[in-house]
């Protein structure tokens, strides 16, 4: 009776609220994890756990997005804020060559290794979530040739994989550069035109990599005493995007060495405004979740 006394109008009119307020119903029932600030807040209150950045930003192509925008560099500046500070140059909303996806990657995960041209082994390692790191940007000077230790490098301390075969084990390490297109290392490496190397990409942004050893870029002697390593026992790779990776092998110091080893622990202390310590809180995933950020 009542909808008699309306006219076709003023019925339409009614309809096209209706329809609008179910679909504002409908935005707000799924807009919840869509929302940035709700997601940001989120993370936050789990400290940006990296197990769970992954998954989330695996269930689907919105949220791929979404933390390939913001979760990734936020998880970044959150975890390793003097570091991310040091790279952006102050400015958090900078870009990052490689993206802040293949960063975070680099922040919490050891690439492992696998034989390469002047680094040989018997069998490859796999990669793996890592518990905390230690990044240091005094330590990547000892990475860089004299000519280049105008440019700033962040090198993780060497994380230790046993291979069975040897008494000695694989250090791997990892690292990232700042302003990488502006390097003194990228320079020479293209003014020397260093061929990419065959079959070795970047664990990290998937990128081709020079071979330092190649390039005739790596200083041995300072490279080495800060890895705990022999001269000839070290390769490292750069990628197009200024990350680093690398294999050693570690000496296993005798009781004659243990001065050697005081010595090592005094310049490390004194590094510790320079770079990020963090640790990972959680380490029951597989590292295959990490592909999926990927
Ligand atoms: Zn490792
Ligand atoms: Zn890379």
Known sequence: MYLKLLSEKQIKKMMRESEN????????????????RVLVLVFESMKWDIHTLCITASVNCKLHALAKRILWRELCLYRA??????????????????????????????????????FK???????????????????????????????????????EHQTGDKNDDVGIYRGVFRSFMKSRT????????????????CPYCGARVWSMTAAQLIP????????????????????LNGHMHGTCWLVHLSSDEDDDVDDDEDERSE???????????????????CSKKR
Not at 21 to 36: H, K, V
Not at 130 to 152: E, N
């Open 220 to 239: 041995r002697k300072t490279a080495a005493r800060r890895l705990g390593s022999s001269d000839d026992a070290l390769e490292y790779f750069v990628c």
């Open 21 to 36: 307020q179910i679909t504002r119903l409908t935005e707000s029932a799924d807009s919840g994890i869509f929302n940035e």
């Open 81 to 118: 804020p003097r570091m991310m500070s040091t790279l952006t140059e102050g400015s958090s909303n900078k870009r990052i060559i490689g993206g802040w996806q293949a960063l975070a990657k680099l922040l919490f995960f050891c690439g492992g290794c696998e034989p390469t041209r002047y």
């Open 271 to 289: 590094e510790d405004d320079d770079g990020d310590d963090f640790t990972d809180s959680d380490d029951g995933s597989s590292p295959n979740q």
């Open 186 to 201: 990228r320079e020479i490496l293209i003014r020397k035109r260093v061929d990419f190397e065959v079959g070795v990409r």
């Open 121 to 159: 082994l018997a069998r490859s390692s796999p990669g793996h979530f890592v518990k905390s790191s230690r990044f240091s940007k005094t330590s990547g000077q000892s990475f860089l040739t004299k000519k280049c230790r105008g440019d700033v490098l962040y090198v993780s301390d060497p994380c």
